[in-house]
T-cell receptor, first 110, second 116 residues
Framework: AQRVTQPEKLLSVFKGAPVELKCNYSYSGSPELFWYVQYSRQRLQLLLRHISRESIKGFTADLNKGETSFHLKKPFAQEEDSAMYYCALCSGAGSYQLTFGKGTKLSVIP | GAVVSQHPSRVICKSGTSVKIECRSL??????MFWYRQFPKQSLMLMAT?????????EQGVEKDKFLINHASLTLSTLTVTSAHPEDSSFYIC????????????FGPGTRLTVL
């Protein structure tokens, strides 16, 4: 069975400080991993995916298969980054279902 | 980007009644749609996967007779909560996958169901 673990329910950082949101996964195959973000009163939206290896809004995430991690990082947090962040895994085994972590609420203190 | 809408955004109903929630892909064809349930301050829990023209696949523990899903077209899936009870009160979210390629899902804004 696949599982996504986000150990932190809440993460508070000061504006300008580095941010790292942790995500670990459990899956026997080769997963597709995503970070989704939900700003206040808005719908869930894709932030980035590991296969594209892109940086969105200054965020990056590297898939570490050895540590089964996909941590989300940003060198300098901004107030507008405050939101709920969900790590998600897709097994890619034909169903395209996403398994979500429990989410981490990021609060950037001005 | 691909847009998914849900209707209604909020519904309050009496216990024992049925409620239908619509999920539409506005500018693309969605071969597969997904229905999630989100409890307060918790993550999204996948309820079922809906494929156009076929029966939905329900996750373990989700009553298919309770939560009826219909995916009659490539742009519309509906979730009907039958004989709703207060414990069915929740935030229901749908998502859609674009066509037959890619793993990305586009999410609707959600529907807040309150059963009195």
């Amino acid at each position: 069975a696949q599982r996504v673990t986000q150990p932190e329910k809440l993460l508070s950082v000061f504006k300008g400080a580095p941010v790292e949101l942790k995500c670990n996964y459990s899956y026997s195959g080769s997963p597709e991993l995503f970070w989704y973000v939900q700003y206040s009163r808005q719908r869930l939206q894709l932030l980035l995916r590991h296969i594209s290896r892109e940086s969105i809004k200054g965020f990056t995430a590297d898939l570490n298969k050895g540590e089964t991690s996909f941590h989300l990082k940003k060198p300098f947090a901004q107030e507008e980054d405050s939101a709920m962040y969900y790590c998600a895994l897709c097994s890619g085994a034909g169903s395209y279902q996403l398994t979500f972590g429990k989410g981490t609420k990021l609060s950037v203190i001005p | 980007g691909a847009v998914v809408s849900q209707h209604p955004s909020r519904v309050i109903c009496k216990s024992g009644t049925s409620v239908k929630i619509e999920c539409r892909s506005l500018d693309f064809q969605a071969t597969t749609m997904f229905w999630y349930r989100q409890f307060p301050k918790q993550s999204l829990m996948l309820m079922a996967t809906s494929n156009e023209g076929s029966k939905a696949t329900y996750e373990q523990g989700v009553e298919k007779d309770k939560f009826l899903i219909n995916h009659a077209s490539l742009t519309l899936s509906t979730l009907t909560v039958t004989s709703a009870h207060p414990e069915d009160s929740s935030f229901y979210i749908c998502s859609a996958r674009v066509g037959s390629s890619g793993y990305e899902q586009f999410f609707g804004p959600g529907t807040r169901l309150t059963v009195l």
